[in-house]
Structures are given as C-alpha cells and as structure tokens.
C-alpha cells in the first residue's frame, strides 16, 4: 500500500490505524474532513486524531471498513484480501490491565 | 496479579461524559468561534476537523443548538460585512474582478464550515425548520454584499456598462461576466431576475429602439434586415456565453419586437427596396431572410403575405387586361405560366414552401385569371399551338410537364366549360387537318382533364378520337370493295363524324367539281350499306385537298389546300378568267367563306396562284380572277390558308359565348330538380346558394338566371311556390 492511498487513524489512547483512504472514506464524517475545502491539519499530515474515541472501539470501526467495503462491492476486492490493521504501541504509552 | 485478593466485580452503565461545566457551551463557542474566524482569513491549516466536528457535535447534542446557529449567524453576518466595505472600496475596473474574488472566498469558507457543522445541519436545522448552512450562507451574502447600499446599483451599472460596450463592438472580459452572473443565480432567480435580469431587458429595448431608428433611416430593406438578423444572432450568443439560458428567449424577444415588429409595415412597403421589388427581382437571399425574421414576431407572416397577395393580384390583373398582351393568346398564357413558374420557386427556396403562401398565390391567380373573360379560350389556344408545333422536338417528361402546368392553370378557371366549347372546337380542327403532333399528348391531356372534371368532360372528345381510328377502317374497307374502278382516280379520304361529339357547325351545301362528287355518292351508297339507319351530311368547309397544279414553264407544284379552294380552283381548269359572281354561282360556297377563301388564293404574297383585277387587298363581288401562270415558289409542295384555328374575331366570340349560356341553362335546371327532390322544400336564397356550389367545378352561375330557370321550372310544374312562405319553393314530383 502506497503512503498517498492510506490516513492514519489514531486514537484516544494514541494507537494508530493506517487504514485505506478508500475503507476511510466510508465514513461520511472522515470523508467531510478530508475533502474539505479549508485546509485543516487533517488534511496536511494525513493524520485524523479521535481524542474520544477509545482504541478498542476504533479498531472495530476499521473492520467495519474493510467489511463494508468488500460486501457492498459484493466481490472480495484487493484491500479486503491483504488486509492488516496495524496497532502500533508507540513507546511512551502503556497497556495496562489490571 | 494477586488472585487472592477478590474485588466485586462491577460493570458499570456505559455514560457520556456528563457536562458539569457551566460555560461549556460558551466555551465551546468560543473554539467555534475562532475557528470561524481563522477559516474566513484562509487560516484553516492550524485547526484540527475533528476538534471542531466534535465540538459542534456536542453543542448540539447537549441542546446548545440555537447558540451554535445564532452564533454563526452574527459571526457570519460581521465578516461579510467587511467583506462588503472592501468591495466598495475597489477602484473602477477591479469593482467586478474584486467582487468575484471574495465571492470565491466565501463560497469556500461556507462549504468548510459547512462540513463542520454537518452535524448540526443534519440534526438540529430540520427539526427547528431553520435555513441550512450552505443556504443560510448564501442568503447572508446577498444581504451584506450584494444588497450593500453603495453595492447593489454599482453593480448592476457596471454589467450593463460591459453589455453597452460589447453591442458597441469592444471586448470585454466574458469570464469574469460569467462568473458574476452565475453568482447571481446561484443566490437564487428572483435575485438574478430583479437584480439584473429586468434591468437588463429594460436597457436593452431601449438600445434597441434607437439603434432600429437610426438603421431605419439610413438603410433599405435587405441591409436592414442582415443587421436585425446579425443583432440576433449576437444576443442569443451572449446569452451562451455569460448569461443565464432562462434570458434567451426574453431577449430574443426584445429584440424582435424592436427591431422588427416595430418597423414591420415600414419595412415590408419600403420604396425600391421593399418586399415588392425583393419579389421583382428575385432576391432570394433577401426574401428568406425576411421570411425567417417575420415569422418571430405576431402578424409577421401575415404582413408580408398580404403585400405579397396585392402584388400578385395587381400584376396579374395588370397582365390579363393589358390590351398588347392580350392579341397572341399564346404568348399571354406563356407569360402567366412564367409569373406562376417564377412565384412557386420563390415560395419553395425563400419560403420554405409555406402552405399559407401557396394557398395565398392559388387564390390570386384564380382572382386575376378570370378577370378576363376570354381565359379559357386563350388557355386552348395554347394547348393547341403547343399539340400542333411547340411540343415537337421535347422529350416525354417535358411533354407531361408543360401539359401539367396547364392543368394548373385550368383549375384556376371558374368557367370551365367555356374551356371545353374551345378546346372541342379545336381539337376538332387538329384531327381534321391531321395537324397534332403527338396522339400520346392528345391523350395524356385527356386523361388529365378526364381526372380533373370527370368522365363528362371527356365523353366527348373520347368519343371524336374514336371516330377517327373508326374513318380510318372505314375507308380500307371503301378502297377494298370498290376495287380497281376508283383505282386511278382521285384519292378520298373521308372522316365520318358522330354529330353529338363534334362541335356542331352548320353545313351550307357545295357544289363539288364533278370528279369528285361521283366518288362522294359511291362511298356514301357503301357506308349507308353498310350502316342502315343513319344519315350522312357532307361537311366541305372542314375538309382539305392536294392538289397537283403546273404553271409557265411546266414548273409543278404540289398545293394543299382547303376543299373550298379546291372547289374554286378546279373550276380554273376549265376557264381562265373568272368573275368573282360566277365563282359564287358555280361553287355555291357562302359568302364570307368565299371571299376568305379567295383572299388567301389571290392576295397572300407568295402563296398568290390566282391572280385578281383589281389588285387589291380586299375581296368586292366585282373582282375577278384570273390564274396565275407565273406562280412560282422555292417549295414544291406549297401549303395555302390552312384552317388553324385562330382568335375569335368579335362576331364569333359573341356567338360561342351565346352558345355556353344556352348550354349552361339545362345544366342549371338539372341542379335545381335534383336539389328540390331531395330536399322538398327549400328557401329562395339556400336554392341559389346550394345551386352555385353544385354547379362551381364547371361554372359560376349567375343568381339572376337562376332565378329565371326556377321561374321556367314553376311554369312547367316542376316546382311550386310555397302557399305560407312565398319566398320557399316546393317539389312537386
């Protein structure tokens, strides 16, 4: 996957998705504020930031990309095939559990 | 991790953050706010959307809509209105590039903060009916900017300027045209139409109206109408380019209106250039461009074909009384067939074959045409020189045309059974005298009439064609039961005539010289033989004879000649000198054909086999003749007096119009019968109408004898007067 055709989305914890613009765009909102006009941040890093939006509730979100993008094309399509969600764990943060 | 330990394990409700911050929502405006802000000054690339998409989102969410919305409004409201300022300060020309460049602004600032408050929009406007953001956006601009005091007429002046100077024939920046004006249709068509629409047709006519004045003035018709036409064409042009397509038509319609409707009776009846010589002169580029640009406006068409109608029917008129025209029939109708030639290509190529127009001609040629009187003699004069010689080297096709063209013209005639009496009378000398060129041609006309008229018209001179080809049967069968007896004598040829289908003429008796009389009673006692019941009568003055003549020096002609004048000139074998009494006398022929006769024998140059004492041009009873020895001419065989058939000379044409009145009364008597019989009772007035509309495809009736019929039909218990209504007839059967 080329740097141009994914947006990293990253959670409230800080754990970043690099998803498909495609399998982003599903999503009305994230699609506002990428084609939007104005240029905001988003645009300019390829980065959107979800402060509210906890990790285990945006991963499922990405599923939901890449599910909606296959069944609604109704055909198993490339990205589909190679998907991987990456979690990252940047350094300076913990997963607890306790 | 320690299992020991053993804590109560709780799942708590999933909660929303709850708002525990009183200033929140001002908070929160505060951000929107800003941002706002940062997006009208092209700033955006700070801000983080979803921040702002989330803070909006809990605005609303948390019942803080109505801030958020009025908030935008004031925020929205304050930027434009400096916006506004900064537009007005624009210098002259940059006002519009000015314009256009802060409209770009702000429709990209609307959509970004659109999609920022998408949430809001989908939400909170529809279920408060509030004006969504894009809308709201737009309305808002056209409040603050275009609505500005200093802004709105500065506007609308400066477009129509750029208009002014483009008709003017400067260049003018037309994207920057299109674009304001797509500004002003997107702020909504009531915007476009009163803010520049109204204004803009308004200025226009006037431009119009002065332009159309001037060019009135100074131009004739044709310049005048390339002109209106290239204006046209320039406007509807405009409106492609930068307008909005809705002006099309309203402006077109300015323009006709001015430029055409406006001037239209002066156009049309303008001197030297007007439709009048346009016709003339067969212009007609100028005429299809007249036609194309009359058929815009109302009344245009109308106006033009009523010129073109008065003008037809003036020429026309002109023509068919015009007493030089009128001496070669031939030529008389040749000209009208030109005229009608030259008026149907007109309509064809400038009129684009426009029915109104054809209809308009019909109805003129049918008026003009029958003005005079002797039309439909002139008409069978044509057919008649055109069956004898005109049609003698021309193929076909063109036979069939030039005899459809005269079927045209025959249906223009009202009295069509003037036509036919002629047409009988000369056919009958074409057969005679064996003197049609092409029995295909005889025929396909017959056929065409018999299509026009119906089986009626044409019994008739079916029925002379039959008795020909029978004469000819005939007289096998007389030359092969005679035998070798009339072998060496003078060859007859006889054409026996059914009475009813040739035109009657009286037969005054004729002495025959005496070779030939023997020959007449043999055939006669053959054919009576043969057809028991029927009688024969001699008719001399129809017939022709070849003679064989020498003259001096033994120089021998052959002369074809009227049986009348062989008659006169075998009585020369006997005598030398003859007076003309004892010419009368032995030949009993009647005077006026006589001396016609012995006018063209004796008086005609070149064809002078007699001679006459005294010479002069005119036959008296005391003239004499002598034969003329010293008869020469470069032919051998000599043709002399002919029995063409000619113009009537006044007596003739009273006694022919006599005869079709006479014809015409039973034919008028049998409409009657038949009308009464089926309608029993009818009144005075609907009897004549129903009469003339029975009676039309052959003649037009004259109320005035038909209402002598009616009266000669009561006389003989036909019909009677209605005892209640006296102005009512009744049928008695």
Same mark, same amino acid.
């Given at each position: 996957?080329?740097?141009?055709?994914?947006?990293?989305?990253? @959670?409230?914890?800080?754990?970043e998705?690099?998803v498909?613009?495609k399998?982003?765009?599903?999503?009305q909102t994230?699609?506002?504020m990428?084609?939007?006009?104005? @240029?905001f941040?988003?645009?300019?890093?390829g980065?959107?930031?979800?402060?509210?939006?906890?990790t285990?509730?945006l991963? &499922?979100?990405?599923?939901?990309f890449?599910w909606?993008?296959?069944? @609604?094309?109704? &055909?198993e399509?490339?990205?589909?095939?190679? =998907?991987?969600v990456?979690? =990252?764990?940047p350094?300076?943060?913990?997963?607890?559990? @306790? | 991790?320690?299992?020991?330990?053993?804590?109560?394990?709780?799942?708590?409700?999933?909660?929303?953050?709850? $708002?525990v911050?009183?200033?929140?929502?001002?908070?929160?405006?505060?951000?929107?706010?800003?941002?706002?802000?940062?997006?009208?000054?092209q700033?955006?690339?700070?801000l983080?959307?979803?921040?702002?998409?989330?803070?909006a989102?809990?605005?609303?969410?948390?019942?803080?809509?109505?801030?958020?919305y009025?908030?935008?409004?004031? *925020?929205? *409201?304050?930027h434009l209105?400096?916006?506004?300022?900064?537009?007005?300060?624009?210098?002259? %020309?940059?006002?519009?590039e000015?314009?256009?460049?802060k409209?770009?602004?702000?429709?990209k600032?609307?959509?970004?903060i659109?999609?920022?408050?998408?949430?809001?929009?989908?939400?909170f406007?529809?279920?408060?009916?509030?004006?969504?953001?894009?809308?709201?956006?737009?309305?808002?601009?056209?409040d603050?900017v275009i609505?500005?005091?200093?802004?709105?007429?500065?506007?609308?002046?400066?477009?129509?300027?750029?208009?002014l100077m483009e008709?003017?024939?400067?260049?003018?920046n037309? %994207?920057?045209?299109?674009?304001?004006?797509?500004?002003l249709?997107?702020?909504?068509?009531s915007?476009?139409?009163?803010?520049?629409?109204?204004?803009?047709l308004e200025?226009?006519?006037?431009?119009?109206?002065?332009?159309?004045?001037?060019f009135?003035?100074?131009?004739d018709?044709?310049?005048?109408?390339? +002109?209106?036409e290239?204006?046209?064409?320039?406007? $509807?042009?405009?409106?492609?380019?930068?307008?909005?397509?809705?002006?099309?038509?309203?402006?077109?319609n300015?323009v006709?209106?001015?430029?055409?409707?406006?001037?239209?009776q002066?156009?049309?009846?303008?001197?030297?250039? %007007?439709?009048?010589?346009?016709?003339l002169?067969?212009?007609?580029?100028?005429?299809?461009?007249?036609?194309s640009?009359f058929?815009?406006? $109302?009344?245009?068409?109308?106006?033009?074909?009523?010129?073109?109608?008065s003008h037809i029917?003036?020429t026309g008129?002109?023509?068919? *009384?015009?007493?030089?025209?009128?001496?070669?029939?031939?030529?008389?109708?040749?000209?009208l067939?030109?005229?009608?030639?030259?008026?149907?290509?007109i309509?064809?190529?400038?009129?684009n074959?426009?029915?109104?127009?054809q209809n308009?001609?019909?109805?003129?040629?049918?008026?003009f045409?029958?003005?005079n009187t002797?039309s439909?003699e002139?008409?069978?004069?044509?057919?008649?020189?055109?069956?004898?010689?005109?049609?003698?080297?021309?193929?076909?096709?063109?036979?069939?045309i030039?005899?459809d063209?005269?079927?045209?013209?025959?249906?223009y005639?009202?009295?069509?059974d003037?036509?036919e009496?002629y047409?009988?009378?000369?056919l009958?000398?074409?057969?005679?005298?064996?003197?049609?060129i092409?029995?295909?041609a005889?025929?396909s006309l017959?056929?065409?009439?018999?299509?026009?008229c119906?089986?009626?018209?044409?019994? +008739?001179?079916?029925?002379?064609?039959?008795?020909?080809?029978?004469?000819?049967d005939?007289?096998?069968?007389?030359?092969?039961?005679q035998?070798?007896?009339?072998?060496?004598?003078?060859?007859?040829v006889v054409?026996?005539? *059914?009475?009813?289908?040739?035109?009657t003429q009286?037969?005054?008796?004729?002495?025959?010289?005496?070779?030939?009389s023997?020959?007449?009673?043999?055939?006669?006692?053959y054919?009576l033989?043969?057809?028991?019941?029927?009688?024969?009568?001699w008719?001399?003055?129809?017939?022709t004879?070849?003679?064989?003549?020498?003259?001096?020096?033994?120089?021998?002609?052959?002369?074809n000649v009227?049986?009348?004048?062989?008659c006169v000139?075998l009585l020369?074998?006997?005598?030398?000198?003859?007076?003309?009494k004892?010419?009368?006398?032995?030949?009993?022929?009647?005077?006026?054909?006589?001396?016609?006769?012995?006018?063209?024998?004796?008086?005609v !140059?070149?064809?002078?086999?007699?001679r006459?004492?005294?010479?002069?041009?005119?036959?008296?009873?005391?003239?004499?003749?002598?034969?003329?020895?010293?008869?020469?001419?470069?032919?051998? +065989?000599v043709?002399?007096?002919? $029995?063409?058939?000619? !113009?009537e000379?006044?007596?003739e044409?009273?006694?022919?119009?006599q005869?079709?009145e006479?014809?015409?009364?039973?034919?008028?008597?049998?409409?009657?019968?038949?009308?009464?019989?089926?309608?029993?009772?009818?009144e005075?007035?609907?009897?004549?109408?129903?009469?003339?509309?029975?009676l039309?495809?052959r003649?037009?009736?004259n109320?005035?004898?038909?209402?002598k019929?009616?009266e000669?039909l009561?006389?003989?218990?036909?019909l009677?007067?209605d005892?209640?209504?006296?102005k009512?007839?009744r049928?008695l059967?």
């Amino acid at each position: 996957m080329r740097k141009e055709d994914t947006v990293k989305l990253i @959670s409230a914890e800080g754990f970043e998705f690099v998803v498909d613009k495609k399998a982003a765009m599903i999503s009305q909102t994230i699609r506002n504020m990428l084609t939007s006009p104005g @240029s905001f941040a988003e645009t300019e890093h390829g980065e959107v930031t979800f402060p509210e939006i906890s990790t285990t509730i945006l991963e &499922k979100i990405c599923q939901y990309f890449y599910w909606s993008l296959q069944y @609604s094309s109704g &055909k198993e399509t490339e990205c589909t095939k190679n =998907r991987h969600v990456l979690p =990252r764990v940047p350094g300076d943060q913990n997963y607890h559990c @306790s | 991790m320690d299992s020991q330990k053993k804590t109560n394990f709780q799942i708590e409700a999933f909660k929303h953050r709850v $708002v525990v911050d009183p200033k929140y929502a001002d908070k929160t405006w505060k951000i929107l706010e800003h941002a706002i802000h940062e997006i009208y000054n092209q700033n955006a690339g700070e801000l983080s959307f979803e921040e702002l998409y989330r803070n909006a989102y809990n605005m609303v969410l948390h019942k803080f809509g109505e801030k958020l919305y009025s908030g935008l409004v004031a *925020t929205m *409201t304050a930027h434009l209105k400096e916006i506004s300022k900064s537009v007005e300060a624009a210098q002259g %020309g940059s006002f519009l590039e000015v314009l256009n460049g802060k409209w770009n602004d702000h429709n990209k600032a609307l959509r970004t903060i659109r999609d920022i408050l998408m949430y809001m929009d989908r939400t909170f406007i529809p279920s408060t009916r509030k004006i969504p953001v894009h809308d709201l956006g737009l309305n808002l601009w056209r409040d603050n900017v275009i609505h500005a005091n200093n802004i709105q007429t500065r506007l609308l002046n400066t477009l129509l300027e750029l208009i002014l100077m483009e008709r003017t024939g400067e260049v003018i920046n037309r %994207g920057l045209m299109r674009n304001i004006v797509k500004m002003l249709v997107d702020l909504g068509s009531s915007v476009y139409q009163e803010d520049f629409e109204k204004p803009f047709l308004e200025v226009s006519a006037d431009f119009y109206r002065v332009e159309s004045q001037r060019f009135i003035e100074c131009c004739d018709c044709g310049d005048y109408l390339k +002109k209106a036409e290239r204006r046209l064409n320039e406007e $509807v042009e405009r409106v492609s380019q930068y307008l909005d397509c809705s002006s099309e038509s309203k402006i077109t319609n300015v323009v006709d209106e001015e430029m055409i409707a406006n001037h239209m009776q002066r156009l049309v009846h303008m001197e030297n250039s %007007g439709l009048v010589s346009m016709l003339l002169d067969d212009r007609y580029e100028d005429l299809g461009r007249m036609y194309s640009l009359f058929r815009r406006v $109302v009344n245009g068409l109308n106006t033009v074909r009523d010129v073109m109608t008065s003008h037809i029917r003036e020429t026309g008129k002109q023509l068919v *009384t015009d007493p030089e025209k009128v001496k070669d029939p031939v030529e008389f109708v040749q000209r009208l067939l030109d005229e009608k030639d030259k008026y149907d290509k007109i309509i064809s190529v400038a009129f684009n074959n426009d029915k109104t127009f054809q209809n308009a001609l019909n109805s003129s040629f049918e008026y003009f045409l029958n003005l005079n009187t002797r039309s439909p003699e002139f008409i069978s004069l044509f057919v008649d020189d055109k069956l004898r010689k005109g049609l003698k080297d021309v193929t076909e096709e063109d036979v069939e045309i030039v005899l459809d063209k005269v079927m045209m013209l025959f249906r223009y005639l009202q009295e069509k059974d003037v036509f036919e009496k002629y047409y009988k009378q000369h056919l009958a000398k074409r057969l005679l005298s064996g003197k049609t060129i092409s029995d295909d041609a005889e025929r396909s006309l017959i056929l065409k009439l018999k299509t026009e008229c119906g089986y009626q018209f044409t019994s +008739k001179l079916e029925g002379m064609f039959m008795d020909m080809k029978t004469s000819q049967d005939t007289m096998q069968g007389f030359y092969a039961s005679q035998g070798a007896e009339v072998g060496d004598g003078p060859a007859l040829v006889v054409q026996v005539l *059914t009475m009813g289908s040739w035109p009657t003429q009286p037969c005054p008796p004729c002495n025959l010289p005496s070779e030939l009389s023997m020959l007449c009673e043999r055939f006669r006692t053959y054919y009576l033989g043969t057809h028991t019941g029927r009688r024969l009568y001699w008719q001399i003055n129809m017939g022709t004879a070849d003679i064989k003549a020498t003259f001096w020096k033994g120089q021998k002609h052959e002369l074809n000649v009227s049986s009348y004048q062989m008659c006169v000139l075998l009585l020369f074998n006997n005598a030398d000198r003859l007076t003309y009494k004892e010419i009368e006398q032995a030949t009993q022929i009647p005077t006026t054909d006589l001396k016609r006769c012995l006018q063209s024998l004796a008086c005609v !140059k070149g064809k002078n086999v007699l001679r006459k004492e005294p010479m002069s041009k005119d036959i008296s009873e005391d003239d004499a003749f002598l034969f003329n020895d010293k008869f020469t001419s470069k032919f051998y +065989k000599v043709k002399i007096g002919t $029995v063409a058939a000619q !113009k009537e000379s006044e007596p003739e044409k009273q006694e022919t119009r006599q005869r079709v009145e006479e014809d015409r009364k039973p034919q008028i008597e049998a409409a009657i019968v038949r009308i009464m019989k089926s309608r029993r009772v009818l009144e005075h007035n609907s009897v004549i109408t129903e009469v003339t509309k029975q009676l039309q495809p052959r003649f037009l009736a004259n109320p005035v004898e038909i209402k002598k019929r009616i009266e000669s039909l009561i006389e003989r218990d036909f019909l009677e007067r209605d005892n209640t209504d006296r102005k009512s007839y009744r049928y008695l059967a």
